[in-house]
């Protein structure tokens, strides 16, 4: 959506648009710390407000994708890569090599999650009061260095400790990877962007699945195939994290890719998020709100409740599979397609959810393919001749990773503040955390090859996940409409266009009531959108279903 002065200009006037235009006459003196409490506002009030057409401001998103969305890729790839080596390696003898017994390996599985959840509180902090990507880039330095170290250990005391830091460095991932898409696109773009992002998932479980393939066939006298894939891994992402360190711009304004004008437009087009970009200041009165609005809660319960299911499925994944009736290698060839499976309907579900602006009735479709997958894999004897049916429940149960991104752009989407999104974030990632933690304590090697109670405790998940995502609209609509009256007090309309979620065709067709003008109508002092203010003291903030 474009920005343009309050006076109407004609559609030449602005196509032609090649300098920086200060919309309004600005007072000499800069505007109070109190008022511009973005650093984002504090940008476009030195720099003068912009007048720029529609395809301007594509062809800045266009260079935003190919910067930024590629760093994220590569982040998430390894973080899940790295997470996931453990998965890999269960099939390859780690068990045996390192004298474990089977609590043991759960527990090896769910250490890395405590340790994320030990630094949740500290990662929130850091995120809000430091550059985002110098704290992303280290912190990817560091956790590879945490997975490159696993080859050194031999035992559980040893692994469990190692995993713990890999956990707690780990845990700037996710919600570094929210700030980020937060703070570069508008929430009618996010969606699909957290999609992709969160779809290496899929991708890991491809080229892990292969490059896993490879090395187990390493074998050695000095060395346990266990330990080459975690040199491999860890060795990858360290590599990685120093390239994120050099090209990983902290913010829009402080992206020297970008030209000035670039920058302005890349900040501006913001505005309608209502959500402002960066403060670098900690807000006690938001982390306060944070932990007494129940929105945070019931992301929360959704987040950890399908995070119990895809806890235990995704570490006894491959033992599940090759109970089936598979051999080693098999099994790891077989999570080739569930990693397909997982890109396609990550990113389809994020386009439909797109589409239909309905992400809570989005959830609760996809929803039923795992609850599907699942009543599959209860029901079906095991016998040598149902694996193909077994295989299918299983790749239908894949499908359980759409929903986290849903949730992750979701619970994004409707929390305004600097403070307050960082630490929703933080509570949503450590119910993420905690369902990760108990999932694979629900399974157990005693009831292979069944595993009938984790299997149906998965199946609860599913199905109370669904019926969350039919639920939590109709509290989303109820705040909708106490903001409809607390704008009417004010002397404001009731009713209040979502600019930020406007679809290509919308942005580029004139709006009734002029709405391409607005932003240049509201001077940069007086916009909610750029003045640090929580989602529930915005009165302009609109909330998603």
């Given at each position: 959506?474009?920005?343009?002065?309050s006076?109407?200009?004609s559609?030449?006037?602005?196509?032609?648009?090649?300098?920086?235009?200060?919309?309004?006459?600005?007072?000499?003196?800069?505007?109070?710390?109190?008022?511009?409490?973005?650093?984002?506002?504090?940008?476009?009030?030195?720099?003068?407000?912009?007048?720029?057409?529609?395809?301007?401001?594509?062809?800045?998103?266009?260079?935003?994708?190919?910067?930024?969305?590629p760093?994220?890729?590569?982040?998430?790839?390894?973080?899940?890569?790295?997470?996931?080596?453990?998965?890999?390696v269960?099939?390859?003898?780690?068990?045996?090599?390192?004298?474990?017994?089977?609590?043991?390996?759960?527990?090896?599985?769910?250490?890395?999650?405590?340790?994320?959840?030990?630094?949740?509180?500290?990662?929130?902090?850091?995120?809000?009061?430091?550059?985002?990507?110098?704290?992303?880039?280290?912190?990817?330095?560091?956790?590879?260095?945490?997975?490159?170290?696993?080859?050194?250990?031999?035992?559980?005391?040893?692994?469990?400790a190692?995993?713990?830091?890999?956990?707690?460095?780990?845990?700037?991932?996710?919600?570094?990877?929210?700030?980020?898409?937060?703070?570069?696109?508008?929430?009618?773009?996010?969606?699909?962007?957290?999609?992709?992002?969160?779809?290496?998932?899929?991708?890991?479980?491809?080229?892990?699945s292969?490059?896993?393939?490879?090395?187990?066939?390493?074998?050695?006298?000095?060395?346990?195939?266990?330990?080459?894939i975690?040199?491999?891994?860890?060795?990858?992402?360290?590599?990685?994290?120093?390239?994120?360190?050099?090209?990983?711009?902290?913010?829009?304004?402080?992206?020297?890719?970008?030209?000035?004008?670039?920058?302005?437009?890349?900040?501006?087009?913001?505005?309608?998020?209502?959500?402002?970009?960066?403060?670098?200041?900690?807000?006690?009165?938001?982390?306060?709100?944070?932990?007494?609005?129940?929105?945070?809660?019931?992301?929360?319960?959704?987040?950890?409740?399908?995070?119990?299911?895809?806890?235990?499925?995704?570490?006894?994944?491959?033992?599940?599979?090759?109970?089936f009736?598979?051999?080693?290698f098999?099994?790891?060839l077989?999570?080739?397609?569930?990693?397909?499976?997982?890109?396609?309907?990550?990113?389809?579900?994020?386009?439909?959810?797109?589409?239909?602006r309905?992400?809570?009735?989005?959830?609760?479709?996809?929803?039923?393919?795992?609850?599907?997958?699942?009543?599959?894999?209860?029901?079906?004897?095991?016998?040598?001749?149902?694996?193909?049916?077994?295989?299918?429940?299983?790749?239908?149960?894949?499908?359980?990773g759409?929903?986290?991104?849903?949730?992750?752009?979701?619970?994004?989407?409707?929390?305004?503040?600097?403070?307050?999104?960082?630490?929703?974030?933080?509570?949503?990632?450590?119910?993420?955390?905690?369902?990760?933690?108990?999932?694979?304590?629900?399974?157990?090697?005693?009831d292979?090859?069944?595993?009938?109670?984790?299997?149906?405790?998965?199946?609860?998940?599913?199905?109370?996940?669904?019926?969350?995502?039919?639920?939590?609209?109709?509290?989303?609509?109820?705040?909708?409409?106490?903001?409809?009256?607390?704008?009417?007090?004010?002397g404001?309309?009731?009713?209040r266009?979502?600019?930020?979620?406007?679809?290509?065709?919308?942005?580029?067709q004139?709006?009734e009531?002029?709405?391409?003008?607005?932003?240049?109508?509201?001077?940069?002092?007086?916009?909610?959108?750029?003045?640090?203010?929580?989602?529930?003291?915005?009165?302009?903030?609109?909330?998603?279903?």
């Amino acid at each position: 959506m474009s920005s343009e002065s309050s006076k109407p200009a004609s559609p030449s006037m602005v196509e032609d648009a090649d300098t920086i235009s200060v919309a309004r006459a600005a007072p000499n003196t800069a505007p109070p710390e109190a008022v511009l409490a973005d650093k984002a506002a504090k940008f476009i009030s030195e720099h003068g407000e912009i007048e720029f057409s529609y395809d301007d401001e594509r062809a800045v998103l266009k260079r935003v994708d190919m910067r930024i969305l590629p760093l994220l890729l590569g982040a998430y790839f390894f973080q899940q890569l790295d997470k996931s080596s453990l998965s890999y390696v269960s099939i390859f003898g780690i068990l045996q090599d390192a004298h474990l017994a089977s609590h043991e390996y759960s527990w090896l599985g769910s250490i890395l999650y405590f340790g994320q959840l030990a630094f949740q509180p500290l990662a929130a902090f850091l995120l809000v009061r430091l550059p985002t990507g110098k704290v992303i880039g280290t912190a990817i330095v560091l956790w590879g260095a945490s997975e490159a170290l696993l080859a050194a250990c031999t035992d559980f005391n040893s692994l469990v400790a190692v995993r713990f830091f890999l956990g707690a460095f780990e845990a700037l991932i996710a919600p570094s990877c929210i700030a980020i898409t937060q703070m570069w696109w508008r929430r009618s773009e996010q969606t699909l962007r957290t999609s992709y992002w969160n779809a290496m998932n899929g991708v890991t479980q491809v080229v892990g699945s292969l490059v896993t393939y490879g090395l187990g066939h390493i074998m050695s006298d000095k060395i346990y195939r266990y330990q080459v894939i975690f040199v491999f891994c860890g060795v990858l992402t360290t590599l990685y994290g120093i390239t994120f360190l050099f090209f990983m711009p902290d913010s829009p304004m402080e992206a020297k890719y970008l030209s000035e004008r670039e920058q302005l437009i890349a900040v501006e087009r913001l505005r309608a998020n209502q959500m402002g970009v960066a403060s670098r200041k900690w807000r006690w009165d938001h982390a306060l709100e944070t932990l007494l609005d129940l929105k945070t809660w019931l992301w929360f319960l959704i987040m950890t409740s399908i995070s119990i299911a895809s806890g235990g499925i995704g570490t006894f994944g491959n033992l599940i599979v090759k109970d089936f009736g598979y051999t080693n290698f098999n099994a790891i060839l077989f999570n080739i397609p569930f990693g397909v499976i997982q890109v396609v309907i990550t990113i389809g579900s994020a386009a439909l959810a797109t589409k239909l602006r309905r992400k809570g009735l989005v959830t609760a479709l996809v929803s039923l393919l795992p609850i599907t997958g699942t009543i599959l894999m209860i029901t079906v004897p095991r016998n040598g001749h149902t694996k193909g049916v077994l295989l299918f429940g299983y790749y239908l149960v894949s499908c359980l990773g759409a929903i986290t991104p849903m949730i992750f752009t979701w619970q994004g989407q409707n929390t305004g503040g600097d403070t307050k999104k960082k630490t929703t974030t933080a509570v949503v990632i450590t119910g993420m955390c905690a369902g990760n933690i108990i999932g694979p304590h629900l399974f157990d090697t005693k009831d292979a090859p069944l595993y009938r109670p984790g299997l149906i405790s998965a199946l609860v998940q599913f199905v109370f996940v669904g019926t969350l995502g039919l639920l939590i609209p109709l509290y989303l609509m109820y705040l909708n409409k106490r903001h409809e009256k607390k704008r009417v007090q004010l002397g404001k309309r009731a009713d209040r266009a979502d600019e930020s979620m406007l679809k290509k065709k919308e942005m580029q067709q004139p709006q009734e009531g002029d709405l391409g003008h607005k932003y240049q109508e509201t001077s940069i002092e007086d916009d909610n959108g750029f003045q640090d203010l929580s989602d529930l003291k915005n009165e302009d903030f609109i909330y998603v279903y």
